[in-house]
């Protein structure tokens, strides 16, 4: 779960934060001087035009070694370790494609990609999407190469992805209608995001079920506060507590699912602005009547994560009754076998809401990047194509065959243990690229793929057939043209702090009902209308791509 909030903070930030022009000196290592066979190698088929030294086909890539730069970022302190992987390694020797890798904390990167940005001297390759996001690509289009061409002459397999799942050349189109980005699809990953969690330990000892509707929802939570189910003597129980400002997930089952972190959602087909819709109002309603009676944790809008993370794991007795999490593991810390998952809450029309993504939360762009500082992006291509296929994908998710995953005689694959002391997850990110990187597992493939449903991935997907069925579609994840992005930072700004002080206001003291109407009024002269236009804009240029 923490991740998965990282990631989608990161990305929204990214994606509406205006580029950073700052310093003209150069990242170190990303104009590094190529070798004479590089040298050589340029004569044959530089500049995007292949020569002899080259092949369209087959292995190997060239004839004469060439080596390219290959920047990556990776979170906090992982390291580059993944480097190791086996597959990784044999498709240098296989290719005579050199790699140089040059990685990058991410603590250490923003500083450094506003020098990158600024002096236009970039590596040959990016690989993964915590390197440069939406914004950082379109406001300097002249540093990153249009890879359509190279896509139908060099990559064989990522063209036949895109023609099995459109999805992916949809994502991938920029506004201009080029392809400056390469995708990726995940291997088994779950339909749904977050899902609702709640104390099972709790619920027996007060011979209570798990919650299906609003109604039975309120009934647990007053139990909760009221009856004492941690047992300690104490009124010290906290029914709801979840991310500061309130998590927007209290809200599914009102039908908003904003799994974009715009505000935006899909009803009956068209696209909606929640934070002005009945719906939303509704929701606003029924939290006050929770917080007005002690269920919603009385810091919920002054809580950072440390004191959040204090309540969850607190020493001494389990604090929290429900929240909305990835895997209850995730958080709970020695209190973690307490909690359970749950199908989603009905809503007030009788239906239930779980947030999430019907293609599965797999696919994502800007995971390969070719700048036109490449003197050889066909050789680029057609090495980040060796990555679209089943099985090169799952050995760059979890590690190599052999050393992380087993292949079995019934061409089946299943995960080794890890290491004594070590978590499945943390040498998953040893191993591979995990995340990053170019992927692409089709469904056929997947079913090949068996995994513990007891814990990591395969517990997820386990978890997932709760809500599997009830994910709505959500707000397609657009692009924007230059002059939007210009646009929305400032608009978003006054747009977002307005709704968050209100929410925090209505849903504390109330009020929601007489105030209404001025606040969407002043929403709208702080240039509502606009916002949604160019959301509206994104969408029909996102949808209109074939």
């Not at 530089?46 to 030294?53: D, L, V, W």
């Not at 896509?151 to 099995?164: G, H």
């Not at 190599?400 to 943390?426: C, Q, R, V, W």
């Not at 646009?487 to 925090?504: C, Q």
Request: with cysteine; net charge negative.
């Amino acid at each position: 779960m923490t991740t998965i909030s990282k990631r989608n903070t990161r990305k929204m930030l990214s994606g509406l934060a205006l580029i950073s022009v700052l310093g003209t000196t150069v990242l170190a290592g990303c104009s590094s001087d190529k070798s004479t066979d590089n040298a050589a190698a340029s004569n044959n088929g530089g500049n995007g035009k292949a020569g002899s030294n080259f092949h369209a086909e087959g292995l190997p890539i060239v004839d004469k070694p060439v080596t390219l730069d290959v920047l990556t970022i990776r979170w906090g302190n992982m390291g580059d370790t993944f480097t190791k992987n086996t597959w990784l390694q044999e498709l240098e020797k296989n290719s005579n494609v050199k790699i140089n890798w040059q990685v990058i904390s991410s603590s250490d990167w923003d500083a450094q990609k506003s020098v990158m940005l600024a002096s236009g001297k970039m590596p040959d390759v990016i690989i993964g999407d915590l390197a440069f996001g939406d914004s950082d690509i379109v406001n300097n289009l002249s540093i990153f190469r249009p890879l359509d061409d190279y896509i139908d002459k060099y990559m064989p397999n990522l063209k036949a992805a895109m023609a099995e799942m459109p999805e992916l050349k949809k994502l991938s189109t920029f506004p201009d209608g080029k392809i400056y980005s390469l995708p990726a699809r995940l291997p088994s990953r779950p339909y749904s995001s977050v899902q609702p969690v709640i104390n099972k330990e709790w619920l027996d000892k007060l011979g209570l079920k798990a919650p299906e509707t609003l109604d039975e929802l309120y009934t647990v939570l007053k139990a909760f506060k009221e009856k004492d189910p941690n047992g300690n003597g104490k009124a010290d129980e906290i029914p709801y507590s979840d991310q500061k400002d309130l998590d927007m997930n209290l809200f599914a089952p009102f039908g908003i699912t904003d799994m974009r972190g715009n505000h935006m959602v899909l009803k009956d087909g068209k696209p909606e602005y929640f934070p002005t819709s009945e719906a939303y109002k509704a929701a606003i309603t029924w939290a006050n009547k929770l917080y007005s009676e002690g269920l919603i944790d009385k810091e919920t809008f002054t809580q950072d994560d440390t004191m959040l993370t204090a309540k969850r794991q607190n020493p001494d007795n389990a604090l929290i009754g429900f929240s909305y999490q990835w895997t209850p593991d995730a958080v709970f810390g020695q209190w973690s076998k307490q909690y359970e998952t749950i199908a989603p809450i009905t809503g007030p029309d009788g239906k239930k809401y779980q947030i999430g993504d019907p293609n599965g939360m797999s696919i994502r762009r800007n995971e390969v990047l070719i700048t036109t500082s490449n003197e050889h992006p066909e050789v680029a291509a057609r090495w980040a194509d060796q990555f679209y296929t089943g099985e090169a994908s799952i050995q760059n998710f979890w590690g190599a065959i052999g050393t992380s995953i087993e292949k079995n005689a019934d061409g089946t694959y299943t995960l080794m243990d890890p290491p004594d002391g070590t978590s499945a997850d943390a040498w998953y990110w040893d191993s591979s690229l995990r995340d990053f990187g170019p992927k692409y597992v089709s469904p056929d493939f997947e079913k090949n793929i068996k995994l513990d449903p007891t814990s990591g991935d395969g517990l997820k997907l386990q978890l997932d057939s709760l809500g599997k069925e009830y994910v709505t579609q959500p707000f397609p994840d657009v692009m924007y043209t230059e002059e939007e992005y210009a646009e929305l930072p400032t608009l978003i700004t006054d747009i977002e702090s307005y709704i968050k002080s209100t929410r925090a206001k209505w849903v504390t003291k109330g009020g929601i009902d007489q105030e209404w109407d001025a606040y969407v009024k002043k929403l709208n002269d702080m240039g509502l209308e606009k916002l949604i236009k160019i959301y509206n804009d994104a969408y029909d240029r996102y949808m209109n791509i074939k």
